[in-house]
């Protein structure tokens, strides 16, 4: 039984979404501030959590700081925003934060609970190495070391360890990037649409939003490139998408 940490401070709102979760078989711990969240996942109660819904208009603390503390405790945790207002400011600020995904309140049932599917899917080590699927074709335009291990530059990518290193240095990355890196360099050179990735990445066929794809490729690029304005490794082409190098 998947463990999900629902943050909402509404009561009407937190105890109807935590009774369509328990339907679907989840089970679901509950906080009303994020104060309350980030002291319950730093317990034993915490380690259990495979995923967090998280608000964003939290009294005192808010969703914004809640992600990145999560995010800074750990980079494995899927964490699902919730929004009360398709406002493109506070999405791109959350997803910035470090969140995989987001919906907007009113959600139903359907949608939240398809999300959280496709996040736990993303977190499944199994699920990130299917993604690498197609690497063997494309890794030569790095330097194949051995196996699913390849080498582009200083980035050593093990698509069967599931880790990334850096000069040597590991780089933790979430689930999402994880993904988002292993299915770009599955084929070197190769220019892959927002379309393609919110598919294949997210599992998003509709309801799609390429502003999850925009902020994945951001924070990947804070953490692999040298100087992430000018990427060498994972490079936009205007209009298309993006492709992975290196230059």
């Known amino acids: 039984?998947?463990?999900?940490?629902?943050?909402?401070?509404?009561t009407s709102v937190r105890d109807g979404m935590e009774l369509v979760l328990r339907r679907h078989g989840y089970g679901v711990e509950t906080a009303a501030t994020g104060e309350?969240?980030?002291?319950?996942?730093?317990?034993?109660?915490?380690?259990a959590v495979e995923l967090a819904v998280l608000d964003l208009m939290l009294p005192g603390m808010d969703g914004f700081e809640v992600c990145r503390r999560i995010r800074a405790r750990t980079a494995t945790l899927p964490i699902i925003m919730l929004t009360a207002r398709g406002d493109d400011e506070d999405i791109v600020t959350g997803l910035e934060a470090g969140a995989d995904?987001?919906?907007?309140?009113?959600?139903?049932?359907?949608?939240l609970e398809a999300r959280i599917r496709a996040a736990l899917r993303r977190a499944e080590p199994a699920a990130g190495a299917g993604a690498s699927g197609?690497?063997?074709?494309?890794?030569?335009?790095?330097?194949?070391?051995?196996?699913?291990?390849?080498?582009?530059?200083?980035?050593?990518?093990?698509?069967?360890?599931?880790?990334?290193t850096k000069h040597g240095t590991?780089?933790?990355?979430?689930?999402?990037?994880?993904?988002?890196?292993?299915?770009?360099?599955?084929a070197p050179g190769r220019v892959l649409t927002r379309e393609h990735l919110l598919a294949s990445v997210?599992?998003?066929?509709?309801?799609g939003d390429s502003r999850l794809v925009?902020?994945?490729?951001g924070r990947l690029r804070a953490k692999i490139e040298d100087v992430p304005a000018r990427p060498r490794y994972v490079q936009t082409?205007?209009?298309?998408g993006y492709r992975f190098g290196p230059l």
């Open 202 to 207: 997210w599992d998003h066929t509709f309801l």
């Open 101 to 111: 995904d987001y919906v907007v309140k009113p959600v139903t049932a359907p949608v």
């Open 237 to 240: 082409v205007r209009g298309f």
């Open 170 to 186: 590991p780089v933790a990355l979430p689930p999402t990037e994880l993904r988002v890196l292993l299915e770009l360099s599955a």
């Open 36 to 47: 309350e969240a980030l002291a319950l996942l730093a317990g034993e109660r915490g380690a």
């Open 214 to 217: 925009d902020a994945a490729v």
């Open 1 to 10: 039984m998947p463990q999900v940490l629902l943050i909402e401070d509404d």
């Open 134 to 164: 197609s690497a063997g074709s494309g890794a030569g335009a790095g330097r194949p070391d051995q196996g699913d291990r390849s080498e582009h530059g200083g980035l050593v990518i093990d698509r069967a360890g599931l880790t990334v």
